[in-house]
Every structure is written in C-alpha cells, then in structure tokens.
C-alpha cells in the first residue's frame, strides 16, 4: 500500500540542529521531497531527492535516504524561529506516473 | 498563469447544500492533483489526473464527491450533500511531468470550505 509516516511533534532550541523523519512503504517511489507550511501560507517544495541517491544537501538542510529501510529524514542546521513550520515529507510512486502521497506534517516548534 | 488559482477562496455552505471548487493549474502543467486538509492534519490525497490517462480516484472519501478536468486545464472538485465533516482545505497542486526534480508539486493558496 501507499503510506507516509512521520512524527507529529518536534521542539528544538533555536542554534541546534533539528532532525526530522519519516518512513513510507511504496518501493517504487522514485522521487522524495521536503515540504514546508507556514502557519497561513500554502505548501511550498524545500527540497528532493532522486531514490537512487543516499544524500542531498542544500545549504543549511541535509536529506538522508536510506531506500533498504524506507527511510528519510531533513536535518536543518543552525535552526531559527523563523524555522517553525510544519514539514511534509512526501513520495512520488511508479514510472508511468506521478502520483503523490504525503505525511501528516511534522510541527517543528523552535525556542528562541 | 503564475501560480496555481483555486476559486472560492472562502466557501460557508448549508450541510446537504452542493458545491463546487475550481482550480486553474499552472499553464503548461499536464498533471494535477486535489488534496484535502483538515483543520490541524496533514494532506489527503483525492484524486490526480494526468494528461489524457484515466485519473486516480482512488483517495476520494465517497460517492458524494468527484471532479473532472477539461484538457489539461481547468478542474473542478464538486461536492454532493455536504456534510459537516467536509469542512477542510481543499487544495489544488499542478506539476510538470518529466522535468528535472520528477515532479515537484506547486500549490494553490486552497479553497477553505465550511459545512454549517
């Protein structure tokens, strides 16, 4: 089946480095992205990465794949107050299309 | 256009009262997606068209609701005999297909629905 899992909650203090984790079912996913909501706002892409890769970084974020346990995580470093959203983790699935399943968001609240 | 455009912005309706939801994908776009949040929970996912293919229903929560898409541009969500638990974000999100990045989804402001 299609399923994207993450944690709910997560609280760092601002300067510390946040981790954030999800884990999905679909083998087949070919791409996965990092999404970010802020409160009001509209969903807006962070980051991807292609599943034949282990590791992305784009200035202060890192992506980890690891695709044999399913398993992808966004690290932020320096973390900032202006940091807080809610972040999707999502998987594109199959070759003829692209259909696109996200998680439930994890809530990242920064403490200044 | 720029962006993805979804209409009505804001929609308060009476339960067992119709509605429809439309969203202008981003010009060029072949693929197309509804989604729907509710208040505090993350994406839902209802339905995805892509190019001339038959679209993916599979996320659509009942019979009350279906959507159709003219081409690859305009669609629209309709809802039938709303309930209360329908209240909730729907938003709309366009992608190429096939570009660098896969397929990287842009959103629409949404569509934010309540059932009184």
């Known amino acids: 089946g299609e399923d994207v899992e993450q944690s709910l909650f997560l609280s760092v203090r601002e300067g510390d480095s946040s981790v954030i984790n999800c884990t999905y079912t679909?083998?087949?996913?070919?791409?996965l992205y990092w999404y970010k909501q802020e409160p009001g706002a509209g969903l807006q892409l962070l980051t991807y990465?292609?599943?034949?890769?282990d590791m992305k970084q784009d200035q202060r974020l890192t992506v980890l794949l690891n695709k044999k346990d399913k398993h992808l995580s966004l690290r932020i470093a320096d973390t900032q107050t202006g940091d807080s959203a809610i972040y999707f983790c999502a998987e594109s699935i199959g070759t003829g299309g692209f259909k696109t399943i996200f998680g439930a968001g994890t809530r990242l609240f920064v403490k200044a | 256009g720029a962006g993805v455009s979804q209409s009505p912005s804001n929609k308060v309706t009476e339960k067992g009262k119709d509605v429809e939801l439309r969203c202008d994908p981003i010009s060029g776009h072949t693929a197309l997606y509804w989604y729907r949040q509710r208040l505090g929970q993350g994406l839902e996912f209802l339905i995805y068209f892509q190019g001339n293919s038959a679209p993916d229903k599979s996320g659509l929560p009942s019979d009350r609701f279906s959507a159709e898409r003219t081409g690859e541009s305009v669609s629209t969500l309709t809802i039938q005999r709303t309930q209360q638990e329908d209240s909730a974000v729907y938003l709309c999100a366009s992608s190429l297909v096939g570009q660098a990045g896969g397929n990287t989804i842009y959103f629409g402001e949404g569509s934010w629905l309540t059932v009184v």
């Open positions: 679909d083998s087949s996913s070919t791409y």
């Open positions: 990465i292609f599943s034949n890769m």
